[in-house]
């Protein structure tokens, strides 16, 4: 059986919003079954909830945002990918303040979280989305398919004319890819588009402490690449988050080829569009990367209850 997860204890993780430069932190809390992910913004008085997904999406401009009324998150995608990486069902997330704090600008900090979290079976079958014939969305030269597969597969390609980067190619198969492979890859962004952004109020608090910077030739960052193709994995590592914005673990072999966090909600409004697109199936096989996660204490205390 492939059963719904949760965590075991609450976990806080304090940083800068990469945005607005200003102080963040996430409160990750359990929660019960068939609850999914919520947002909650602890510091604004009465706000409801927001649940990720991907109708809720306001803004894909830089980050993910998502919003109910005037009350947004944004830089969710990071914290979401690690969800992936554990197969995380049901989390409330207490934001204090409008960012998710960018951390390192990987899902690594998240992933030491969650195992600091412990991760708890619920016991109650999970369902799974599997796509049922192709689906493609076209903007200009970035484009994103979707095709039926057995399991959740990505294959992203970037094509940037810089030559730090270049034409990179990544294949992401769940459950066999082990998530380690992409959780460590950090955000990147150019020097030139710094000063303009920084004019816009986007990235105040980008530094080399939490994104891969380059110049015109090279990487700046004294450490270098963590991965010799870190940036393509990084791209991987977004649209697992974006694409855990479906609510539903999802069958299908993705191709994505310069695609974005726009494109990302593109193709996922695309499958949505047309109930022949897909059909809900049980879960059977366990979408999580990270296996080791499931302490056999968690699952004792399943059984206990
Ligand atoms: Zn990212």
Known sequence: MNFQRTIQKAVTLR????HLGKDASVT??????????LFHRSDLKDSLPIEANYRNVVSTQMATTLGKGNVTVSTIEH????????GIDNLLVEV???????????????????????????????????IKRRVEVKLAEKWAVVEPSNRLEIH????WDHPSIGYQEFHFIDG???????????????????????????VLGGSLENAVVLDSALVLN?????YPDEFVRHKTLDALGDFKLAGIQI????????????????????????????EIVDAVEEPATIKAAVSKRAVAARFAV
Not at 28 to 37: D, E, F
Not at 105 to 120: D, M, N, R
Not at 176 to 195: Q, Y
């Open 156 to 159: 992203a390609s970037i094509d």
């Open 79 to 86: 914290l979401m990918a690690a969800l992936h990486g554990f």
């Open 222 to 226: 004294p450490d270098g690449l963590r």
């Open 15 to 18: 940083g800068t919003g990469l």
């Open 96 to 130: 204090q303040g409008p960012e998710v704090p960018i951390l390192d600008g990987s899902s690594a900090p998240f992933c030491a979280a969650l195992k600091t979290a412990g991760i708890q079976n619920q016991g109650a079958p999970r369902t799974a989305l599997a």
């Open 176 to 202: 066999k890819t082990a998530f380690e492979e992409i959780a460590s890859a950090r955000t990147f962004g150019f020097l030139r588009d710094v000063e303009a952004l920084k004019k816009m109020g986007l």
């Open 251 to 278: 069958l299908g072999s993705f191709k994505l080829h310069r695609a974005g966090h726009d494109l990302h909600r593109s193709i996922l409004a695309e499958v949505f569009k047309d109930p022949q697109n897909y």
């Open 28 to 37: 990750l809390k359990p929660a019960g079954i068939n609850q999914g992910v």
